[in-house]
């Protein structure tokens, strides 16, 4: 295997995984590394966050990967630096790994805008630990609320959401459905009159990149759900125990839940290159580093775009996705001297879920679902794009549980904020 050609695989998202799904029969040694011993299906972190899933089904162990391909090997480890001229990544604990062909899919940290306190006060929602600290958060806040409902009165159950994409509308919609749900029976004395769940988004609209009429049903369906919506306000200031709005207005909370925005892992910046918008990789439309050649980066931490119009492409996971396998077959294309034709993303529409029987769903074409069948459809994408039928099955289960008997899990609420083995 030392005389393959070495494709060194940067980041297990929905990118990186997509590469490796593509090579795993190729003439090619893969090394796949990643921070986490495990790949993590974001899209479905909120419903962990709020107990609708248990970990294990948004999470699959990158090992079993190495055990299933024989030309994979998978390190666990932070990568320190990547050195385009020298054709090698320095990786924590590691010797530099030289390689043939290089794919950067490192993703995206956390954007707070410079937002003075939120790095120090507000809870991100991006990373499974992240969800794991916001559930626990909100187990704390219900418990303390339970024993001492004068609390209310310093914001012990004001949750407040900052950002309007898909991530901010889903997680204040399942909020607002766990404080309805039967759990909150475990809580007697809680006074759920008193709870609040405020969205704020700094654009006039929620959900933009949305028709208006979805925009508005969105909208609609918050509202009759409990959810504050306030669009064309922002946060200003996050403080320990409050926030102070764009307006100048002060809401008391312990809950601030950071859903507005997101920025390229900061390893870019040891690439040596200049950036695209400030924090972006450079690419090519065959998706190589431009001036690079066999160095490759996708996703959320390249400047992805559309190769037809020219527009920049969504941070989606399935642009990742599909860019990812793309990339697996052009590296085969190459190693057998074939011509590589641009990256070019089929778009199959956009989707995002406000809660139990409502959703909205664009499709090519301006088509569009909204309510029921949308949720359904929501329901069914999601399913199929997690990566194992083990994990298809947990959620199915998860959901049905929740669906009949109208509780969150098999046991309520827990504070386990470990990751999953």
Known sequence: MTDQPHVVILGA?????GVVERLRAANVRITLID?????????????????ELGPSAVSFPLQELSNQYANLRFIEAAVQKIDLVNRQVLVAGQPPQQYDYLVIALGAVVNYFQTPGAASYALP????????????KILSQLEAAHQNPALCDEGALTFCVVGGGPTGVEVAGAIAELLRSDFIKDYPNLPTSRARIMLFEYAPDLLGPFQPALRNYAREELVKRGVDVRTSNGVSQVNAASIVLSTGESIKTQTLIWAAGLQANPLVASLGIPLAHGDRIPIDADLQITGHPNAFALGDIAAMKDAKTGAPLPGLGAVALQAGEYLGESIQRRLANQAVEPFVYCDKGTMATIGHGAAIVELPLGLTLTGLPAWLAWLGVHLSLLHTAEQRNTAIVDWGWNLITGRRGESGLSTDAKTPA
């Open 13 to 17: 998202g929905f990118g990186g995984l």
């Open 125 to 136: 929602m991006y990373t499974l630990n992240d969800a794991l600290r916001l559930k626990a």
């Open 35 to 51: 921070k986490n011993p495990y790949h993590t299906f974001q899209p479905l972190l909120y419903q962990v966050a709020t107990n």
